[in-house]
């Protein structure tokens, strides 16, 4: 038998046969849970209820880039914190300046709600008073308020700040600033990453080309997507901001995709979820983005070393791994016979064979993120209701160093969407790059 049909064999028992996870029938869950999200906002995760947030922005993208003005902001990710200033010149041009780069409080213990926003405005004391307004990218879950404050919901990426959930994060923060000596901000707009990628596209359009809209999708640390919905989103029908103007249509809305949990899980996914800071919540996420593939996978290494894949050596190498992160499937999978590398020091104990069965499980965790990335993302293109003219395709802006830099996934994640919505629906689609679109892209939302 060959190593493929044992490793099929093994990943099919324990429920990961990444091939069972058919792209359209995730697409239609997930265009269920979308809708249901919208209409009704999210319920008990143990019944049909909608999973994802479905989050709106109360917000389009502006037709033109901000002129003459500067916008510090603020990029609160999956590990790191970064600030800066951008300014605008009379053209709409952006220049970035002053950038300096720490990490995420909440990352190393529990942080209070005063000490939490106390790190914050501590990051900022380099950017004091250099501009009235703050766009603030802050990448996890939360409301955003009619007047473009945000309320968490909850923390994602093992942030731990409990005390925060439930906090208006710009009040809160202009408060933290006031108490570090700041002129209280003009206004605070917050905003997820996917929105900045989003607004970023919308507002750097390539002269000569047109979209018909915009997706924003992220896979990084989390992973998340943002598109513009067409029509109106009946849970916030009845409210309005404080002009008294209700929500636009169409508006931008944050599906918040990592918390949907209408899939079937493998024992490992199972396994991994007891030892996470969020168990039994971010179902898809744990299943899709950088913090858990390598921690998934490793569970998978220990496992198939314990029921007979690999050789003694190789067995007891693994069995001896403290963890094991992304990276180190992509060092082995870029250079398998590199044994500098965490696994390709274990690989090197054993035989060709043990190689190639490492590689064929991890191969297996990477193609089954591509399969449902790509489903997240054209439920956000099929939602959107757009991209049916070739000439205006909906443009796909995307970012994060899982999506660009894994393994055989950027190009795995585009094929699938070629498939499921230009061959079988004519949906068009093209993937965007914009340099620092997160940061543009939060100094747009600042601006307007």
């Known amino acids: ?31 269920y849970d979308m809708q249901k999200g919208l209409d009704e906002g999210t319920g008990d995760l143990t019944t049909m209820a909608a999973a994802e947030d479905m989050i709106p ?29 951008v300014t605008f010149d009379a053209n709409g041009e952006a220049t970035i300046s002053e950038l300096e780069k720490t990490s995420m409080p909440g990352i190393e213990r529990e942080l209070p709600k005063k000490e939490f926003f106390e790190a914050i405005a501590k990051n900022l004391d380099h950017l004091k008073n250099k501009a009235k307004r703050i766009g603030f990218c802050f990448s996890y879950a939360m409301n955003i308020t009619p007047d473009g404050d945000g309320q968490v919901l909850h923390f994602s990426k093992e942030i731990k700040a409990k005390e925060v959930e439930g906090s208006l994060v710009g ?16 206004k605070i707009t917050l905003l997820n990453d996917t929105t900045a990628a989003l607004l970023a596209g919308a507002s750097n359009a390539t002269e000569g080309r047109a ?22 989103v009946k849970k916030i029908a ?39 800071n969020t168990p039994g919540l971010y179902v898809m996420e744990k299943m899709c983005s950088g913090a858990y593939l390598g921690p998934v996978a490793g569970i998978i290494l220990k496992t198939a070393a314990e029921e007979g894949l690999f050789t003694a050596p190789v067995a007891a190498a693994i069995k001896a791994l403290d963890k094991v992160e992304l990276k180190n499937l992509d060092q082995f999978l870029y250079a398998p016979k590199n044994a500098e590398t965490l696994l390709g020091a ?7 064979e043990d190689a190639d069965m490492m590689a064929t499980l991890l191969d297996a965790v990477i193609e089954r993120s591509a399969r449902l990335s790509a489903a997240l993302v054209a439920a956000a293109v099929i939602k959107s209701g757009k991209g049916y003219s070739a000439a205006l395709p909906v443009g796909i802006v995307c ?24 061959a079988q629906r004519h949906i068009y689609f093209e993937i965007l790059s914009i340099d620092n679109d997160i940061t543009l892209g939060s100094a747009v939302a600042g601006a307007m």
């Not at 060959?2 to 869950?29: C, K, M, P, W």
């Not at 037709?63 to 970064?82: C, L, M, Q, W, Y």
């Not at 108490?179 to 209280?184: F, K, P, T």
Request: hydrophobic residues 35%; proline residues 5%; glycine residues 10%.
């Open 346 to 352: 274990v690989a090197a104990k054993g035989t060709q």
């Open 171 to 186: 009040a809160c923060l202009s408060d933290a600033l006031v108490a570090r000596g700041w002129d209280r901000p003009e």
């Open 238 to 276: 009845s409210l309005r901001d404080s002009k008294g103007n209700p929500a636009p249509v169409p508006e931008i809305v944050v599906c918040e995709s990592g918390r949907y949990n209408k899939i079937q899980r493998s024992d490992f996914d199972l396994a991994f979820d007891k030892t996470a």
């Open 399 to 422: 970012d994060g160093t899982t999506f660009y830099k894994t393994h055989h996934l950027n190009s795995r994640l585009i094929g699938y969407l070629n498939e499921v919505l230009t």
């Open 211 to 232: 979209y018909s809209s915009y997706v924003g999708f992220i896979l990084g640390t989390g992973m998340n997507t943002a598109y513009i919905e067409p029509g109106e």
């Open 57 to 85: 922005t109360w917000g389009l993208p502006p037709e033109s880039a901000p002129k003459n003005t500067s916008v510090i902001v603020i990029d609160a990710g999956g590990t790191n914190f970064r600030s800066c200033l």
């Open 1 to 31: 038998m060959s190593v493929y049909q044992t490793a099929s064999a093994f990943l099919g028992r324990h429920g990961f046969a990444a091939s069972a996870y058919d792209v359209n029938t995730v697409i239609e869950g997930l265009l």
